[in-house]
């Protein structure tokens, strides 16, 4: 039922996105002004709450349990788990707008700043912290230790219904439950597709720095389509295999560009941008994480923070799955701390490093970075690799780690999906992978032929919104478990 279901919500929508693009668009801009305009306080408030609410559970009684039976003992070494959840939880877009985004809140600044300006400088790192580092890792938290505890703990189905049975018993096993896991699956395959649509584009953009590969829809579709067949490939291998060592391999390629930029880079000044932007964030991560503007029309948080939390909602049940799937063992404690606290310190740090060395260009040795990245965001890394020394030679790496990324996110995804359709089996099938294999890409080009980064945010942020509530169910039907089994 869910298989089915989900797959014709999704070919319908497939088919408007080919026969009625320009429609699709205007369709998905209304309703992202809609849903930014009057529900963007919910979405802040909402991830907020899921924060708190996972670090009170690891400092509290119940971060001792363990996810799993008494005995059990994570199966993944730390730095191999680190590189699976890392690797599909943030990868390629961390890769996209690790330079462009702090370059863009310089010249565009939030909350009324003066552009181009110290303070913007400032203000850019702080909001590229906030958007890469606590508050999205607690959504992919909340949802892989509820469904870490109830199918290793408790032994149900690897589902987000069975997440809420605590709270909805048996009707999690009925027509809500089943509505509920379409819901994910659908959210699954359209947050992942999001970020296909953006890998695409940056590995045009290094494409075309590299070898003077043009720029344009055509490019990147079979760009999607080669690496369909790569994850694929990759898919078939196992989990043990194909996305453990990709994986490690991402993890082990993406130190080394960021070590390389680091020390050939502006060194000192890296170094002064993390501590003071990450001292400036914790200080201030309250009153970003509510930063409304009830007193003037700024579309700056439609566009970037309200985004970003529909973003890593979408996300939220592939990479809440995937993590779970791969974390038996681990107590609450470890698990909270391990996929909030670690990967958010490392996304501040890539921030730094390669945000910084950008704005260290445009600022103090003025090389027109930003011009650039405004013409084309997908390019930022790029131009900013070539003013370093052996330029050529990192672009040609980071080209490669964002295609591994790619392969590493679909892949994933493509693994989590697969399960969702097969009933929360931790084992599906090849032949279901290969069937979604194919709709993820679809979906993708689908996204990038209505309207390219407009249609993916728009998407994003519309389809999230239910998933909010089912975020916020989760959390107290998993504190009402953890007090029963403390009980």
Not at 27 to 35: D, E, K
Not at 268 to 273: E, L, N, Q
Not at 350 to 372: M, N, R
Not at 378 to 405: E, K, M
Request: charged share 10%; glycine share 8%; proline share 3%.
């Amino acid at each position: 039922m869910v298989l089915y279901i989900s797959l014709v919500l999704l070919v319908v929508f497939l088919f408007f996105g080919f026969v009625f693009t320009d429609e699709l668009l205007n369709v998905t801009n209304v309703l992202f002004g809609v849903i930014t305009h009057n529900l963007g306080w919910f979405y802040l408030v909402s991830v907020l709450g899921i924060l708190i609410f996972c670090l009170g559970l690891a400092f509290s009684k119940y971060g001792k349990l363990r996810l799993g039976d008494e005995d059990d003992r994570p199966e993944y070494s730390n730095f191999s788990w680190f590189a699976m959840l890392f690797s599909a939880g943030m990868g390629i877009g961390l890769v996209f707008w690790g330079v462009a985004e702090p370059v863009y809140h310089y010249l565009q600044p939030p909350l009324g700043i003066e552009a181009a300006s110290s303070e913007s400088a400032s203000k850019a790192f702080q909001y590229a912290f906030l958007h890469w580092g606590f508050h999205p890792w607690a959504i992919y938290a909340i949802v892989g230790l509820a469904l870490a505890y109830v199918t290793f703990k408790k032994k149900q189905p690897c589902l987000i219904s069975s997440t809420l049975e605590p709270l909805l018993g048996e009707k999690s096993k009925g027509i809500a439950g089943k509505l509920i896991d379409v819901l994910a699956l659908v959210l699954t395959v359209i947050g992942v597709a999001t970020s296909l649509g953006l890998g695409a584009l940056q590995v045009n953009g290094g494409l075309k720095t590299l070898f003077g590969i043009p720029n344009t829809i055509t490019v990147q579709i079979i760009i999607i389509v080669i690496i369909t067949v790569l994850f694929l490939i990759s898919s078939i291998t196992g989990l043990d295999k194909g996305i453990k060592i990709l994986s490690n391999t991402n993890i082990v390629i993406a130190l080394l560009i960021m070590i390389f930029v680091l020390f050939t880079g502006p060194t000192v000044f890296i170094i002064d941008t993390f501590f003071v932007s990450l001292s400036a964030y914790l200080h201030n991560i309250l009153p970003m994480s509510l930063a409304l503007t009830p007193f003037s029309d700024d579309p700056w948080l439609g566009n970037w923070t309200i985004f970003y939390w529909a973003w890593w909602m979408s996300w939220g049940p592939f990479v809440g799955t995937f993590i779970a799937r791969i974390s038996k063992g681990r107590t609450v404690k470890e698990f909270i701390m391990g996929v909030i606290i670690i990967p958010a310190l490392f996304c501040c740090l890539w921030f730094a490093v390669f945000g910084g060395t950008a704005l260290h260009f445009e600022i103090i040795d003025k090389l027109s970075i930003a011009e650039a990245i405004t013409g084309d965001v997908a390019v930022g890394l790029f131009v900013t690799l070539s003013h370093l020394p052996f330029g050529q030679a990192i672009s040609f790496l980071a080209t490669l780690l964002i295609v591994t990324f790619f392969v590493t996110s679909a892949d994933s995804a493509n693994f989590v999906v697969a399960m969702f359709s097969r009933n929360g089996d931790l084992n599906p099938d090849r032949k279901i992978k290969v069937v979604w294999g194919i709709v993820l890409s679809s979906m993708a080009i689908v996204l990038l032929l209505s309207g390219g980064l407009v249609a993916i945010r728009n998407v994003a942020i519309i389809m999230a919104l239910p998933f909010v509530f089912i975020l916020i169910m989760m959390c107290v039907s998993i504190f009402k478990a953890f007090k029963n089994e403390a009980d």
